[in-house]
């Protein structure tokens, strides 16, 4: 994987340009970050901690994990910045084309409309060949694996260990997504007349499936679980298909190539919250299971 898991389309985000001191603040909106002047030869983490302030690159619109200033990565956020001992800034963003142009924009260069780069991005594919292409950052601290998976009705699919056994029932899924692409593609595209692909994402389409309007929907794990999971009414579980990674991948985080001592700051971080159950909790208060990385 060169690019995000699942995308809600191409963006052109018209958000406020940065302006000196000031910092967009995702829910809160723009604030005022008090001016003081930083050492040049601080280290990245000598900087966030004598601004007193950890800036955190979050995508916009992105259930469970980030909608309207709430969700997990948000959550993730505060508990980093905490770890820390500084405040939280959150720099929210759309994202863009694929993974290599939201790193250049998030991590080390910041956007052509002058916002960012934020002292970290959150959920980043840890992927080698993603980590090959883009030298200018540092890819670590796996939080948790993400998969592609469909959500059924029982009553109408009571089994699913082929994608052929959906034929004549409706099936939602976000038409630019990893389980779009997988589902239209399906078997020669036997499944394209059934599909419904309107959905930004595929919380949407679990809703969907919620209000009966679907047989069945197709997205990210974490995305129907938010949405399903505890519902006995339906099953998730992994989509049967050759061409979808079966174990899922692993979901993390970016800082700049040169910020060691940060990403070792939140590399322990993360694993403390891992073990004290606090990441786990995290992703329960959303209706979504934790899976190590």
């Not at 992105?62 to 505060?78: E, N, R, S, T």
């Not at 959150?90 to 260069?109: E, K, Q, T, Y």
């Not at 197709?218 to 938010?226: F, H, I, P, Q, R």
């Amino acid at each position: 994987m060169t690019s995000r898991s699942e995308r809600d389309g191409p963006r052109n985000p018209a958000l406020p340009a940065r302006r000196d001191c000031l910092r967009w603040l995702g829910a809160a909106g723009a604030a005022a970050v008090t001016c003081a002047p930083l050492r040049l030869s601080a280290t990245p983490l000598e900087r966030v901690r004598e601004r007193g302030t950890l800036t955190v690159g979050i995508y916009h619109d992105m259930p469970p994990f980030h909608v309207a200033g709430k969700g997990i990565d948000v959550a993730l956020a505060q508990a980093l910045a905490e770890s820390l001992g500084v405040k939280l800034a959150l720099l929210p963003f759309h994202a863009d084309d694929n993974m290599n142009d939201d790193l250049r924009s998030m991590v080390w260069r910041g956007h052509y409309l002058g916002y960012g780069p934020a002292d970290v991005l959150l959920h980043v594919p840890v992927d080698q060949p993603l980590m090959d292409a883009s030298p200018q950052v540092r890819i670590f601290a796996p939080y948790c694996r993400d998969r592609v998976v469909v959500a059924r009705r029982l009553a109408q699919v009571p089994r699913l260990d082929t994608l052929a056994q959906l034929a004549g029932e409706k099936v939602a899924v976000p038409g630019q997504s990893l389980a779009g692409w997988l589902l239209i593609g399906a078997d020669g595209g036997a499944l394209r007349n059934q599909l419904i692909t309107q959905w930004k994402d595929g919380a949407q389409a679990a809703h969907a499936l919620l209000r009966g309007e679907v047989a069945a929907c197709g997205g990210l794990a974490s995305e129907l679980e938010s949405v399903l999971r505890g519902d006995a009414r339906f099953a998730i579980t992994p989509m049967p298909s050759p061409r979808a990674p079966r174990d899922g991948w692993a979901v993390g985080m970016a800082v700049k190539r040169d910020a060691t001592e940060l990403a070792q700051a939140l590399q322990r971080a993360v694993n403390e919250l891992a073990a004290n159950g606090r990441l786990a909790q995290m992703f329960e208060r959303d209706n979504v299971e934790w899976r190590a990385a």
